[in-house]
């Protein structure tokens, strides 16, 4: 294929539905609340406020200290973060031609649906709620894919994902899944991807790197046979960087040049570029981080059973989903925490999770240890005062 012809493909293929220019955007930047929120970070006390809202790791990797000069900042990145793309090359083994290096994956999170210019999309809920607004801006109608408590919100069988992926064109999912924790298997992906090979796949691997067996569980290496699969990455968990917007899109070469066609150039800044360099030094900081993860999250899981008013879902990531089973409300435990320093995510702006849900990242094991003590201490208090 000619450069002319390439970028001359018939304008229907490329250009998005004009109902992507004309859809008024319903919820605007600031209506959904996310983790981490900096106007929410407020306690009572003198002590420094413990965030278990964000799912970040724990510890940060050893990165070098250098001045601003070193980056050259008066002159442009490269167009296309050749940082990042390099990174992603040499660390996970990825070809070069299956890469797109993103400012961060929320930036794959909303180009995807609008240059594939989709028209309806199956997302799970709960779920990380900017799938369902990035297909909505780009036009596409939102079907939900309901996990559910009872069933310790474990994805449905590939039959009955199959029966909705009828009436859609895409499905957007993570494995795991935020806040639930649970695995999508990536042989379910694959499966899928072959049963229905005229339908997208848009698979969210932000927390891919903590569970137990990674790199096996991941897509990135199975990509050059499935055209129809797209796996947005992340270096903001793992690597506890998300001031510094690191990602990319891992697919198929065919599909990368796709998406090429819609990309910002230089989304990404020349020190994300160099610190994603940096990051291919930080092998022994990996092993740290899935050693402290491993044991932290046993450990918390095993202690979560004795607090017989919280149930926890979820053991796959570095984080818990929590339920609130006393007849005391939510709001009551969250200030109680907020009091003592204490920060954990509210869940119940997620579909399905209205119920006295909230979720807890994996931190340091004496900060874990301060949670535990804390939830123990005031479910024994209702206890005690229940009628």
């Known amino acids: 294929m000619t450069i002319f012809t390439y970028y001359l493909l018939p304008i229907t293929y490329y250009l998005l539905p004009i109902t992507y220019y004309l859809l008024p955007i319903t919820v605007n ?47 442009y990145p490269s167009i296309d ?3 990042v793309r390099d990174f992603f090359c040499r660390r996970f083994d990825v070809a070069h031609d299956c890469v797109l290096p993103l400012n961060g994956a929320i930036e794959g999170i909303y180009l995807i649906p609008a240059a594939l210019g989709l028209d309806s999309a199956l997302v799970p809920a709960p779920s990380f709620y900017d799938y369902e607004r990035a297909c909505s801006t780009a036009g596409a109608k939102v079907r939900y894919l309901m996990l559910k408590d009872q069933e310790k919100f474990v994805f449905p069988g590939i039959e009955e994902i199959s029966e909705k992926m009828k009436d859609v064109d895409a499905m957007f999912a993570a494995n795991p899944n935020n806040p639930t924790g649970s695995r999508f298997p990536k042989e379910v992906v694959l499966a899928l991807a072959s ?45 506890a960087l998300p001031g510094l917007r690191l990602g990319a899109a891992i697919a198929h070469p065919d599909t990368i040049a796709r998406l090429l066609c819609f990309k910002t150039p230089w989304s990404v800044n020349a020190v994300a570029d160099a610190v994603a360099l940096e990051l291919l030094n930080a092998g022994d900081f990996e092993k740290e981080v ?44 969250l200030t109680y925490l907020m009091e003592n320093n204490i920060f954990v995510r509210d869940c119940r702006n997620f579909p399905g999770l209205e119920d006295k849900y909230f979720r807890f990242a994996i931190r340091k094991p004496e900060e874990n240890e301060y949670l535990l003590k804390h939830l123990q201490r005031f479910a024994a208090l209702k206890e005690t005062l229940a009628p």
Request: glycine share 6%.
């Open 290 to 333: 899935r050693r402290l993860i491993t044991h932290e999250r046993a450990k918390i899981f095993k202690r979560m059973k004795q607090i017989p008013s919280v149930s926890i879902r979820g053991y796959a990531a570095n984080f818990f989903l929590a339920r609130w089973k006393c007849d005391s409300s939510l709001d009551e435990l």
């Open 29 to 75: 930047l600031y209506s959904y609340k996310h983790g981490g929120a900096p106007t929410r970070r407020a306690s009572s006390g003198q002590e420094a406020l413990i965030d278990f809202s964000v799912n970040i790791s724990p510890i940060s990797p050893p990165l070098p200290e250098v001045s601003l000069d070193s980056f050259a900042l008066h002159r």
């Open 81 to 83: 973060g050749s940082g």
């Open 195 to 239: 049963r229905f090979p005229d339908k997208w796949f848009i698979i969210d691997e932000a927390f891919i790197q903590f569970v137990d067996d990674f790199p096996g569980a991941s897509l990135m290496n199975d990509l050059r046979a499935f055209k129809n699969i797209i796996v947005v990455s992340s270096l903001t968990k793992f690597y």
